[in-house]
């Protein structure tokens, strides 16, 4: 059973309270004030708490970011009504205050920012009956904010770095995104010391060490710093945290049957419990809004859709029985679905046209519409990418016939052939291994955000000719500007209220 990981109204005015200038200031009988909170251990826990709170959140993985990651990529685009949020899909950056774009995203993620720096200014005042208790709460703050300026840092690169609790006069200067990642770097790193190596069953939800480790070979991948990665990798593959496995149904890392299985290295607990909006009520809604706004016509807002050429990326390579790869089932909905499996889903809806949808993460197995209160956990990271991602570094690092053996795990699962068999012009020929990797990642992992980061660590987006070879498969890529398109544009309003924050010369 999955725990999902709410807060308390009182935790929320306290938040915002300290973050008030005094003279708008107006003092609420029914709150705590910041120095009548963070006293006991049960302060600490719901602190810690509030933090996990934003992955709720409009900006963040209840809704928007998505569009960041998955329809701006190669993957997906947008042909929704609403232009403006379709244009920031296929690189028309008009508005940079556009708010659904970016400006809610950079919000959410400095507000969950400012929780952890609560977090971890003020519980260390605290006294605990065990120390170790005390730790475990800061681990998570430290792990927390890595996490959301990883993310900050792949989007906007040269960001903020703000380490203590904000208040309204604070200016903070922009750093370069190599300080971002070093900071990532050193959360994670310090978080992963006093982390477990696994939690309770009534804690499931939180990360652990194998979750930092994980976190770790990202951050280290996007600078591509190949040993450092390799050794995060080996310690979930090889070493002490070496607990994971594939599961066997593919489709079980994507509904509410199976959740935090042994696939699962971090994953967001969402839960239909609370019909509410996204505000900081106590009726705030804990779900995720993807799948309604990613939804076929008729089933969802479907705002955002994936790219036919991964239908057809599919359909390249049949497996041992000579019949398709059955992640294509799961991974989307398009026109051939009926006839290519015999899946009935949604019925004569598939008059939608030659167009194709993500199919991960919706609940057709149990409804035939979708809405705002999805309870679909979201796996951040599972182990199929962190095999795969090894044998990324391992390639990198001259390794490449070691390599083969952690992708042939993966297509194993899907009853396909060794890579070595299927695709024998590879050899140990470095640039052949990657370029079938990155089909082996697109394959596996289309629709679960890592594309994006995925296509800037690879070198794609830093020339016009292979930004040319994208734009074969989405011509979206026909308006991407090299040098300019890699980041977002930094909100103009944070830029015009901060002389310490430039906008990003390119734009």
């Known amino acids: 059973m999955k725990k999902i990981i709410i807060i308390t109204i009182g935790l929320i005015s306290i938040l915002f309270a300290s973050s008030c200038d005094d003279e708008l200031a107006q003092t609420n009988p029914n709150a705590l004030t910041t120095e009548q909170f963070w006293k006991t251990e049960s302060d600490a826990q719901a602190g810690v708490n509030a933090i996990y709170a934003m992955f709720y959140k409009d900006g963040l993985w ?46 959410d993620t400095y507000k969950a920012i400012f929780r952890c720096n609560q977090v971890l200014a003020n519980v260390p005042n605290i006294a605990f009956q065990n120390e ?43 750093k370069n995104v190599t300080e971002v990642w070093a900071q990532v770097e050193k959360d994670l790193n310090e978080a992963f010391a006093d982390l477990p190596p696994s939690w309770g069953a009534d804690q499931t939800g939180r990360p652990d060490k194998g979750a930092a480790k994980a976190f770790l070979a990202k951050v280290y991948m996007q600078q591509r710093k190949w040993a450092e990665a390799k050794t995060a990798l080996e310690y979930l593959i090889t070493g002490p945290g070496a607990r994971y496995s594939l ?29 509410g909006g996204t505000d900081e009520s106590q009726s705030a809604a804990v779900s995720s809004n993807r799948a309604q706004f990613f939804a076929p016509r008729s089933i969802g807002w479907s705002d955002g859709q994936a790219r036919l050429w991964l239908v057809n990326a599919f359909k390249q390579e049949p497996n041992k029985a000579g019949t398709l790869d059955i992640r294509l089932r799961w991974t989307l909905y398009y026109p051939e679905l009926l006839a290519d499996f015999g ?32 309870q679909v956990n979201y796996r951040l990271i599972r182990y199929a990418d962190i095999l795969l991602r090894y044998a990324e570094v391992l390639n990198e690092t001259g390794n490449t016939a070691d390599a083969y053996q952690y992708v042939d795990m993966v297509r194993a699962r899907v009853n396909l052939n060794t890579l070595a068999v299927a695709h024998p012009e590879i050899g140990n020929d470095h640039d052949k ?67 310490n924050l430039n906008q990003h010369p390119e734009y």
């Open 62 to 107: 209840a809704r928007w970011i998505y569009f960041r990651l998955d329809l701006t990529s190669d993957e997906g685009y947008s042909v929704s009504p609403w232009t403006e949020l379709a244009d920031w899909t296929r690189f028309n950056y008009v508005n940079y205050n556009f708010w659904e774009g970016q400006v809610v995203t950079w919000r």
């Open 132 to 174: 170790d208790d005390k730790k475990k709460i800061l681990a998570q703050a430290k792990f927390l904010r890595a996490l959301h300026y990883y993310y900050a840092a792949v989007l906007w690169e040269d960001i903020p770095i703000v380490l203590t609790p904000s208040t309204p006069s604070d200016l903070p200067a922009q």
């Open 247 to 275: 599961v066997s149904n593919y489709r079980d890392n994507f509904t509410d049957v199976s959740e935090n299985n042994s696939e699962s290295v971090f994953e967001i607990q969402f839960g239909d419990n609370r019909l």
């Open 343 to 374: 899946d009935k889903t949604y019925g004569k809806n598939w008059e939608w046209g030659n167009e194709a949808w993500f199919r991960k993460g919706s609940r057709d197995y149990y409804r035939n519409n979708e809405d705002y209160y999805s």
């Open 433 to 499: 291994f990657l370029e079938r990797l990155k089909m082996e990642r697109a394959l596996e992992l289309a629709g679960e955000s890592v594309r994006w980061e995925d296509l800037k660590r690879w070198g794609d987006l830093n020339s016009q000719a292979s930004v040319d070879k994208i734009a074969l498969r989405d011509p979206d890529f026909n308006n991407f500007v090299v040098g300019k398109h890699h980041r977002l544009p930094i909100p103009q309003v944070e830029d015009e209220n901060n002389p």
